[in-house]
Structure formats: structure tokens, C-alpha cells
């Protein structure tokens, strides 16, 4: 009888575990934007602009600010915000977000490539407007916004472990060149008032109010929070708390490298509600995803199920623990996912990988 329940147990703990993961030669591979041979950028931005010609799926008497495909994720995100951010379901709901949006740009508007992603270290040394990503050119995503006083000094950010403030931004205003010069918002802005646990969703959210894309480049946010260090410090990790106390801490008062990549780009990828609207953002949540992925990878057998938080914003001690079995919503985009369908990236839908 020992021996039939140690077998029981231990089919328990094989059962538990992702049964098939796909061979690493067969995995789609996400590539950094900079490995991308010019028409692969290209190929992508042209997909971005095909995601705004396709009209949105929700219906437009509910959400009147939902125009097109891009407005479908923007809402997505919209609505889940106070339950995604700063807590155990920043990476596994993003993972599948980003997912989402990889399957929509390959099924809906035939782009052949993988999702890239942002290497923030890659441009800590370097001037960000004259970056690959963000040189304005063709094969770029864009550059930084008009520069705007008014704009560019707010909101002052001060966060409690920087030991003071970012200087002001370099921009604030709209981005009136290169690829996206005509890209137009249809949601928010959001103010970050409405951040709260438990907190309600901003006033009227869905509301069409059709405006640019603006941007505020600040170059030190990422030279302090998204150095090599803090990406050695990552999958140096001994655990997923001490992980997430780095990508993402579950204090108002701090910020991490997921907010480190949002607050360089600042404008539209600064909304902590309708971020999604700006190119940039997937680029960046794939650099997200890379890490929590190569962490996983250096020991997987202990990580592949390593969670950390709740399901409110800021982790708040009244809220319980995410586990596998936490759902989580993704609105007109796919039903609702149970973590544990999300946590590894070559097994149940997923088959892909990181250069």
C-alpha cells in the first residue's frame, strides 16, 4: 500500500506539471527589434496599420471609443487594469495579451513573423531618438513627441526608490512624423487618480475621443531602470517574489523595469489604462515576457508554477492568493483563461521562444 500511494503521488505531481512542451527547433522565435531585417520591420509595422483599418468587434453602442481592431485590445485593457498591475497577474495576463495580439497580426492580417521585442539594455548607452526602434525612420516605430512644456514636466515622477525625481521629458507632444504620424487614439486619456485597489474604472471609459499619439521620451528612466543590471538581477531571481520586486513591486509608491519601459516612452504609453494604444507597447511587453520566460527556463521543473500576489492592483492583504486555477478575462479578445493554461510557453496553445 506504501508503494501504490508514493506511485499515486508522484502521478500527481507528473499530472500537475505541462504534459508535452513543444521541441525548442519547432518554436516560433520572438527576435529583438534589432535582429529584424528591414522589410520584417516593415512587414510589421504594415500589420499595426492593417490591426487600425479592421473594424473593432465590440458592438459600438456599448463602446462608441472602439473604431477598430487596436481599440478591441486598448478596451481589453481598459477594463482589467485595477486587476493586471502590480500583483500576481501582471505577467501571465500580459503573456497571453501579447499572445493574442501575435495570433490577431498573423490570422487577420497576414503577417508571417513572430511578436519582437524590446532589449532595453541595447539602448541605455545609446541616444533613444537615434535608436533602431525609435529613430523615425521607415523601419522604426516612431520617435518622440513635439516638445511641449507644458506637458513634458507632467505628471512629476517621483517614485520612492529612485531616490528623487526623473528629470522632465524631452517631448509631451504629438508624434507628427516618421510611421505612426497619423496614428489616431480613440480612448482616455485616463488620469492616474483612478489607480486604486479596488478602485472603480475612470468615468465614462469607453467614450470616443479621437486625438494623437503623443509621446515624452525620458532616456533616464531606462538608464536607471532597465539597465543590464536590473536584467542580470531578474533571472538572478531565487524566487518569484524577489522577481517581481524587481519588474514590477506591488507598492504605489515604487517602480519597477515594467513600469521603467512605459514611463521612457511616457505620452500615450505613460496611461496606465490605455497604454496599448502606442506601437511600442507590445515590443516592450515582449521584453516582459522574455524575462519571466528565461527565468523560468533556468529551472523549470521548480518555476514553471512559481506565482507571487493577488488579483487587485497593489496587492492588498485582504485579497487571496492567485493560484493555476485563478481565471482571468480578455473580453471580446478570448474566454476566460485559467493561469495555469498560460504559464509555459510551449505547451497547450503556445510553441514559442526567445532569442
Known sequence: ????????????????????????????????????????????????????????????????????????????????????????????????????????????????????????????????????????????LGGNGIYNASVAEHPALCPANLGGCLPPGAGGGCVTSGPFANWTLHLGPFSRDFVKSYGPLPPDPWRYNPRCLNRNFRPESLEILNTQQRVDMLLGAPDMDAFMAVMDPSNATLIGSHGGGHTTVGGAMLDVFASPHDPAFFLHHGMVDRMWTLWQERDFAARWDALNGTAVIYNPPDAPLVTLDTLMDFGVLDRQRRIGEVVDTRSGKYCYAYT
Open 1 to 140: 500500500m506504501r508503494i501504490f500511494n508514493s506511485l499515486l503521488l508522484a502521478a500527481t505531481v507528473v499530472l500537475a506539471a505541462p504534459q508535452s512542451r513543444c521541441h525548442p527547433e519547432t518554436a516560433q522565435i520572438r527576435r529583438e527589434w534589432r535582429e529584424l531585417k528591414p522589410q520584417e520591420r516593415t512587414d510589421y509595422i504594415d500589420a499595426l496599420w492593417c490591426m487600425r483599418s479592421r473594424p473593432s468587434r465590440l458592438p459600438r453602442d456599448q463602446f462608441p471609443g472602439a473604431r477598430d481592431r487596436i481599440d478591441d485590445f486598448v478596451i481589453t485593457h481598459i477594463n482589467n487594469t485595477l486587476v493586471i498591475h502590480n500583483n500576481g497577474l501582471l505577467l501571465p495576463w500580459h503573456r497571453h495579451f501579447t499572445w493574442l495580439w501575435e495570433q490577431a497580426i498573423r490570422e487577420e492580417c497576414g503577417y508571417t513573423g513572430a511578436q519582437p521585442y524590446w532589449d532595453w539594455p541595447l539602448y541605455t548607452h545609446n541616444n533613444l531618438p537615434s535608436s533602431p526602434l525609435f529613430d523615425n525612420s521607415p523601419t522604426s
